[in-house]
């Protein structure tokens, strides 16, 4: 059975910093691309960013420069690294594997002062 199980949401003030992790296990991890969606209320999902197995990395123009995905094979975990954070960027984070239709529970994060 496929679990992602995403950690590290919160809330944080304008400007701060949070790293969400995506654990996965019941897949071949290390042969899967991966991806980070966030939805806010009344929104849309929308993607955020991807890695693929070999670890090439696109993110939306509105995080670029300021999340980084990344990846650690060896704990079956995919890491959001988000910095700078602004308030429109209240959302709940999900991970997803790229290619196929297995989501995480996602997790919170609200920028508030």
């Known amino acids: 059975q496929v679990q992602l199980v995403e950690s590290g949401g919160g809330l944080v003030q304008p400007g701060g910093s949070l790293k969400l992790s995506c654990a996965a296990s019941?897949?071949?991890?290390?042969?899967?691309?991966m991806t980070w969606y966030r939805q806010a209320p009344g929104k849309q999902r929308e993607l955020v960013a991807t890695i693929t197995s070999s670890g090439s990395t696109n993110s939306a123009d509105s995080v670029k420069g300021r999340f980084t995905i990344s990846r650690d094979n060896a704990k079956n975990t995919v890491y959001l690294q988000m910095n700078s954070l602004k308030p429109e960027d209240t959302a709940v984070y999900y991970c997803k594997t790229r290619d196929r239709n297995y989501w995480g529970q996602g997790t919170q994060v609200t920028v508030s002062s």
């Open positions: 019941g897949i071949i991890f290390s042969a899967y691309a």
